[in-house]
């Protein structure tokens, strides 16, 4: 792994001031440092690459907060379709407790839909639609829905 001394940081500021690309400087230093490695440190050394996109002001991040749209709906809106909120699936069937269990009394071909979200879970506990499945018929309809 190469190292950037002074010499070598000099002789990158240098190549810089010449107008020299990212893979043009690393071809001078030797292919030592990659063209992603001297973008790096010019980066860091605040020096402005050849090749840099025209509209790009230092110091902005990909990641910077986005403005938002223009054409955003305000909440006051009359529009109904926008404010009616998406529909949700049909709530799980409840199944009789006398057929609920726990996860270490569970067979290979039962219902594995959970009940409750603390401890001491209980599953389902039907049998399952198909071989190797996972859930009843009911409960497959709730896990599997179809894009709209």
Request: with cysteine; proline share 10%; net charge positive.
């Amino acid at each position: 792994m190469a190292i950037w001394t002074d010499e070598r940081m000099e002789q990158l500021k240098k190549l810089v001031t010449e107008k020299q690309s990212a893979t043009q400087i690393a071809a001078a230093f030797g292919n030592i440092f990659t063209r992603n490695a001297i973008i790096g440190k010019a980066g860091r050394l605040g020096l402005q690459l050849m090749g840099k996109h025209p509209f790009h002001k230092p110091g902005l991040s990909a990641f910077a907060p986005r403005r938002k749209p223009a054409f955003a709906v305000a909440p006051w809106s009359d529009n109904a379709a926008l404010k009616t909120p998406p529909a949700l699936p049909p709530p799980p069937p409840e199944v009789p407790s006398s057929k609920r269990c726990r996860l270490v009394n569970l067979k290979f071909d039962q219902c594995r839909f959970p009940y409750g979200d603390v401890a001491p879970f209980e599953f389902c506990g039907e049998r399952t639609y198909a071989d190797g499945a996972s859930w009843c018929a009911e409960h497959s309809r709730i896990v599997y829905q179809r894009r709209t």
